[in-house]
Each structure stands twice: as structure tokens, then as C-alpha cells.
């Protein structure tokens, strides 16, 4: 993906498209076209998920699954 598209991307995530609220998020998360920030995905993930997009719910799961795991191991 190029910078180009991701502007596309993140336009149609503001304006309510679930499926690019979700790529935005991985593109956040990877850092390679955009600088990464783990907040920010998380932020888009959360929007997509509760307008229904499944894998945005199953990476909001490992993402606070591991969050937890780390807690724990670290205690």
C-alpha cells in the first residue's frame, strides 16, 4: 500500500466504512506507510468493531488477550 491509498483508506474510515477502519488499523499497526502507533490502531480497531467487523473483534481480543498475558507474567 502507498501513502496515496492510505489517505483513500483513512477518508472512507472517517465517514463510517467499517472494512476501511479495520486497514487503517493494520496499516497503524505495522508502521510501514504511515509512522506506527499501537494507540491509534487500537482506536480504529475499537470503531470498527462495534460497527460489526469480525476481524476487528478478533484482533481487539489478542490484542487485550496478550495485554492481560503480559500483566501476568510480569506480576
Do not use: R
Request: aromatic share 10%; glycine share 4%; proline share 0%.
Amino acid at each position: 500500500m502507498n501513502k496515496e491509498k492510505f489517505e483513500e483508506l483513512l477518508k472512507e474510515a472517517e465517514n463510517g466504512n467499517a472494512e476501511a477502519m479495520y486497514l487503517v488499523a493494520i496499516e497503524y499497526q505495522l508502521g510501514k506507510v504511515v509512522e506506527q502507533d499501537l494507540q491509534e490502531a487500537a482506536a480504529w480497531m475499537t470503531e470498527a468493531a462495534e460497527l460489526g467487523n469480525e476481524d476487528a473483534k478478533a484482533w481487539l481480543e489478542d490484542y487485550y488477550f496478550d495485554d492481560d498475558a503480559n500483566v501476568q507474567a510480569n506480576s
